[in-house]
Nanobody
Framework: QVHLLESGGGLVQAGDSLKLSCAAS????????MAWFRQAPGQEREFVAS????????YYADAMKGRFTISSDNAKNMVTLEMNSLKPEDTAVYYC????????????????WGQGTQVTVSS
């Protein structure tokens, strides 16, 4: 079993930056990829970005490119998500996910999830 713990959410104003962190514990040797998803009220969980832990290779949803940056630290079993120029539409619960397989944008394909951290962007 893999356990994921997110931190760093909060209330910010439009244009601000925020950094989220996710630490994995447990059977971390089995993790191949970690990712961030987000879910706004009434909407489906949405892929944000992923990182292949052994190589650091990253992949982004098109809408996140340029403003969001995912970083990974394989030795610490951690990923971070730096979010810049935040907009009210970025308001959502942000979830960390981990998988034993290469990244996929389909949230149903990910095996492990954190509890989520709320990010609220006021206008």
């Amino acid at each position: 079993q893999v356990h994921l713990l997110e931190s760093g959410g909060g209330l910010v104003q439009a244009g601000d930056s925020l950094k989220l962190s996710c630490a994995a514990s447990g059977r971390t040797f089995s993790i191949y990829t970690m990712a961030w998803f987000r879910q706004a009220p009434g909407q489906e969980r949405e892929f944000v970005a992923s990182a292949e832990m052994s190589t650091g290779s990253t992949y982004y949803a098109d809408a996140m490119k340029g403003r969001f940056t995912i970083s990974s630290d394989n030795a610490k079993n951690m990923v971070t998500l730096e979010m810049n120029s935040l907009k009210p539409e970025d308001t959502a619960v942000y979830y960390c996910a981990a998988n034993q397989n290469p990244a996929t944008v389909a949230f149903t394909s990910w095996a492990y999830w954190g509890q989520g951290t709320q990010v609220t962007v006021s206008s």
